[in-house]
């Protein structure tokens, strides 16, 4: 279905990502190298470790601290989170961190699926473009008055591994 960028707006935020930034794609052919899935999770491990710049939205994702690290270490993901190619490697995509986000698999990577889905067919397509490396809602990325120990801790953890690296 050939989407208006309007359309393409309202059927995001029914799905309840209002806040979700949509970029105009038109997909071309794409032609898949036989060796993208080593690449692809060389690429997964890198762009993981490159969070250490979003410790604020990996604070708002509730982790344990086992799971932080294992992200910022670039060891797995948690449960219930999902890594996106922001441009499909069916679409044309390339196997780059610019091209990858993350989000929560259910109900946001789920919704965004079902989004694409129902432009099948369309001559240009209307594809999620989160600002940042990790979507976080804006409903569900506003803290209350009193902190975030979480944030606090994670940040904490995150500037020690930073100077670790020689990252600061």
Not at 45 to 54: A, E, G, P, Q, W
Request: hydrophobic share 40%; glycine share 8%; proline share 5%.
């Amino acid at each position: 279905m050939q989407l208006t960028k309007s359309m393409a707006e309202k059927m995001i935020s029914d799905l309840g990502m209002n806040d979700m930034p949509l970029v105009e794609y038109r997909p071309g052919p794409a032609c898949i190298a036989a060796d993208w899935f080593p690449k692809y999770k060389e690429l997964t491990r890198d762009f993981l470790k490159s969070l250490t710049d979003s410790i604020e939205s990996l604070a708002f994702l509730n982790l344990s601290q086992d799971s932080f690290m294992n992200i910022i270490t670039g060891r797995g993901l948690a449960e219930n989170l999902s890594l996106r190619l922001r441009v499909p490697l069916t679409m044309g995509g390339q196997l780059e961190i610019s091209n990858m986000f993350m989000c929560r698999t259910f109900p946001h990577s789920h919704n965004m699926d079902r989004f694409i889905i129902n432009q099948s067919g369309a001559e240009t397509i209307w594809l999620p473009d989160p600002v940042k490396k990790i979507y976080v809602p804006a409903h569900t990325a506003n803290g209350g008055d009193g902190g975030n120990a979480t944030e606090d801790r994670l940040t904490q953890m995150a500037a020690q591994i930073a100077s670790d690296r020689g990252m600061e």
